[in-house]
């Protein structure tokens, strides 16, 4: 039996001819705690989801044990060992803590007292303290974790995949997961996690593997590592050959404050989030996953709502607003574009010119009972035009349209309304290069004629081309803010992750 | 009825008038430390105003009336009272404020006996002086309860007793043009205006005569105070302390304040400060949060410095600060001269100066 538990050599996986991960080479010792880090879009997940059977390689080997595999569910991957603890985790939360661990495991006669009786022996084993006839909807996210890797360890496991296992936990929880993970260690249990937060890939892990753009890039020793090191290897790409060019010589000046968020709250994800955005300019937002940035534009947009108690206080035009629904902020001059369009963004089976004016009808004073199919698609085809909607036909449907088209279809719902402020949650998100080039025109546009426009993006080189100024978000709040001019990737990213 | 509901339930939920909130620090006031790498011009007990003919600068110290040359201080008079104001004038006078109370016009710095003498009985607190475009005198006077010195008490307070009037030499009257102000502090001649600063609603207003006041720049995250003219147009505005969520939280809870105002030395309310970190008596000085299971050590600010650039528009263009960690705090005054902007620091007891040139590129502005 080799040191290594797990290898995979010239990893690929295309997603529509795209590269999610590109040769990537990886190897998992026994007992070891490996730590996956790089930016969003780096490949970490894929990678990982490569390990646990949720997607199957394009190309390469994929061994356990020296033994070649190629795990095509989740289920083929779990018989090899292998056990993925997912950010939004797998429990169903209308069964026990019991049920859920012995899911998928029934036997053809189940007694619940029994299985309540070997699930309260199995979680003391592990010192967790979970009641094992707790529903899990009603327990916390820390507690929802010690059930998934409970469940993981049950099903002997001798790999577990972590993905942001830390996100969602308090600072306390966090200390005892460290323990946890540790001593699955001792068991002799392997372990990859995702991680965002370099300090705790530095204090946990024993090696760390950076990626970036789908390629792997450095795997070392833990301890050879610092966080400038890190931050290095993540974002050490040449700008100059990357899609967006080269980097501002000149930002917009600011024009009135359309937007002041003070003191914005909404647990756990929005703490104390404070922040302005004025007129004719672009201000970019930056943060990881977690860092309450698409959260507070929601509030802002009436999509969620910040704490019932001192949840903060949102100004437009510098005059206090308080949205519960959208309806009423898309009437106040608010545009949110969502990051995720196949879930909020349009109705995929109806035609492009229906969807845009979709947006239109949140801006009528009491709606409509009536709507003109003349009036539709003129609406829709003047926007087609202007943002280059390519699509076969008038009628072609939204599902029909490739990712940047569809994309755009979703911009245009949002101008249509005319709002003074636009917020666009990661614009370019699967979306084709030809495409990002006309969306990234589209913003720059919308700047020069004096909106203010909110570009959330999760990816360093887009932010830097198209911000003037860029705000950091981390762990719920805005903490350091940069001209376009003196920014820099590393200053970037050294602000979003300490 | 309805008025009364609505403030149990925003006390309630904090929101409302009862939110907690204080706006950030971004976009033209981003912080940095540009005013802690201002030259010390003078180190003295109580400079309290400047003002300048363009040439000659001249600083208000306590009761002293003090000629600036480099960094040298050379008295030219002295009062029986605090100088509160100084202005210079159109025909090469000065005007002195004297304890709030009192303004008096000398046809030059070093003249014996003032040509004019305002002493209206509704003068409480003034604590600007500036040239109206017309050759008159504006002058801002912040309460009408407290002196000049117990400007704390009048924000604990709560009191909307701000006045602006305009000092008629000629005819040696004097027309109230605003009242109601939350502690008017610092005016300068605008269109054909003035604009004043509102230090307890943290806003500039434009006061005309038979106009109300009109909001020019609101939501600042700081209390105003005196506005200068900048030769490239546009203004200089002083900030004489930052606002925290402390006090904003302070100043919702009125059995607290009275209790504060009643039974503590005022050296150590729960107050704004115009320097801090002088006595281990301070307030909430042993603050901390638990962080990954650390203990942080933490604290709100207590004082702050800052100058903001504001455009011909009275918007911010950028601004000027000394943080925290910063010595330089509590700035009360900032006016132009020559290639120089001259500050007074009130906390530390200094008049600093920071050249000019480049100031505007390094911001972007």
């Known amino acids: 039996m080799t040191d290594t538990v797990l290898s995979l050599r010239k990893a690929t996986k295309l997603y529509a001819g795209v590269p999610a991960i590109e040769g990537v080479d990886f190897d998992l010792r026994r007992g070891e705690i490996h730590a996956l880090v790089g930016e969003n879009g780096a490949g970490k997940s894929t990678l990982t989801k490569v390990m646990a059977g949720v997607v199957t390689l394009t190309s390469g080997d994929m061994t356990v044990d020296g033994a070649a595999v190629a795990p095509r569910t989740p289920l083929e991957a779990r018989n090899l060992g292998i056990a993925m603890v997912f950010q939004e985790n797998s429990l169903v939360p209308t069964m026990t803590v019991a049920q859920n661990l012995v899911l998928g495991q029934e036997k053809f006669y189940n007694r619940l007292r029994g299985i309540y009786i070997a699930a309260q022996q199995f979680l003391q084993s592990l010192n967790f303290d979970v009641t094992p006839t707790a529903t899990v909807g009603a327990l916390g996210a820390a507690k929802k974790q010690m059930v998934e890797i409970a469940r993981a360890v049950l099903h002997k496991a001798k790999v577990i995949i972590f993905d942001e296992p830390t996100a969602s936990l308090t600072p306390e929880e966090k200390k005892y997961f460290f323990d946890l993970v540790r001593d699955l260690k001792k068991r002799g249990v392997s372990i990859v996690f995702i991680s965002h937060a370099l300090e705790e890939a530095l204090l946990l892990a024993d090696r760390i593997t950076v990626l970036r753009d789908g390629k792997h890039v450095v795997t070392d020793d833990a301890a050879k590592f610092d966080r400038a090191a890190i931050v290095q290897a993540m974002v050490g790409r040449d700008l100059s050959n990357t899609l967006y060019g080269v980097r501002k010589n000149s930002v917009r000046p600011a024009g009135a404050r359309v937007l002041t968020v003070q003191n914005l709250k909404m647990a756990p994800m929005v703490k104390n989030n404070s922040l302005s955005v004025f007129a004719g300019q672009i201000t970019g937002v930056f943060g990881l996953v977690g860092a309450g940035r698409t959260e507070t534009f929601k509030i802002v947009s009436g999509v969620l709502k910040r704490d019932f108690f001192h949840g903060g206080e949102i100004m437009l035009h510098d005059k206090p607003v308080r949205y519960r629904v959208p309806a009423p902020a898309v009437k106040a001059g608010i545009a949110y574009v969502t990051e995720d369009r196949k879930v909020e963004g349009f109705f995929e089976t109806s035609s492009i010119a229906r969807n845009i004016y979709l947006g239109l009808l949140s801006k009528f004073p009491r709606g409509r009972m009536m709507l003109s199919r003349r009036e539709t698609n003129a609406v829709g085809k003047t926007w087609i035009e202007r943002l280059k909607v390519r699509a076969i036909g008038d009628e072609a449907k939204v599902v029909e349209l490739s990712g940047g088209n569809q994309q755009k279809v979703v911009i245009a719902k949002s101008l249509v309304q005319e709002p003074d402020l636009i917020i666009f949650d990661e614009p370019t998100r699967g979306v084709d290069v030809g495409a990002i080039v006309e969306i990234h025109e589209l913003i720059n546009q919308l700047a020069d004629e004096g909106k203010a426009v909110v570009v959330i993006s999760s990816y360093l080189p887009e932010i830097m081309a198209l911000s003037d100024r860029i705000l950091v978000s981390r762990q719920g709040k805005v903490v350091e803010e940069f001209s376009a001019l003196e920014a820099t990737e590393e200053k970037i990213m050294y602000a979003a992750i300490h | ?365």
Request: proline share 6%.
């Open chain 2, 1 to 365: 009825m309805i008025a009364a509901v609505r403030e149990f339930t925003n006390r309630f939920l904090g929101r409302g008038e009862a939110t907690i909130t204080v706006p950030s620090f971004d976009g033209a006031l981003k912080p940095n430390q540009r005013l802690e790498q201002a030259v010390t011009l003078l180190e003295c007990e109580a400079p309290e105003d400047l003002a300048t003919d363009g040439r000659t600068l001249y600083l208000a110290d306590g009761r002293r009336l003090l000629r600036l040359d480099g960094g040298t201080a050379t008295e030219i008079r002295s009062f029986e009272q605090p100088i509160t104001a100084l202005c210079m004038l159109a025909n090469g006078g000065i005007a002195v404020a004297l304890a709030g109370r009192e303004v008096r016009l000398f046809a030059d710095p070093a003249a014996g006996e003032p040509t004019v003498t305002f002493a209206d009985a509704a003068f409480n607190a003034i604590n600007a002086l500036t040239p109206a475009s017309d050759g008159a005198l504006i002058a801002t006077d912040g309460s009408v309860t407290c002196g000049t010195d117990d400007w704390a008490r009048d924000l604990m307070e709560l009191n909307r007793g701000g006045r602006v009037f305009r000092l008629e030499p000629r005819t040696r009257s004097i027309t109230p043009l605003a009242s109601k102000l939350g502690y008017a502090f610092g005016a300068c001649a605008h269109g054909d205006g003035v604009l004043v600063s509102e230090s307890w609603r943290h806003r500039l207003v434009l006061v005309r005569d038979a106009h109300a006041p009109q909001v020019v720049l609101a939501h600042l995250p700081v209390y105003p105070s005196r506005l200068s003219k900048a030769a490239g147009g546009g203004y200089w505005l002083t900030a004489f302390t930052a606002r925290t969520q402390l006090i904003e939280f302070v100043l919702r809870e009125p059995a607290y304040r009275r209790r504060m105002m009643a039974e503590i030395d005022p050296a150590y309310w729960v107050a704004p400060r115009l320097r801090s970190g002088f006595s281990f008596k301070e307030p909430m000085q042993g603050a901390h949060i638990k962080t990954m299971g650390v203990i942080k050590p933490w604290a709100p600010p207590r004082s702050y410095g800052l100058v903001i650039r504001l455009g011909e528009d009275g918007k911010p263009l950028y601004s000027l600060h000394s943080r925290v960690d910063g010595v330089n705090h509590g700035v009360v005054a900032a006016i132009e001269v020559g290639s120089d902007l001259v500050l007074i620091a009130k906390g530390p007891g200094r008049v600093l100066k920071l050249p000019l040139a480049g100031l505007a590129e390094e911001f972007g502005a």
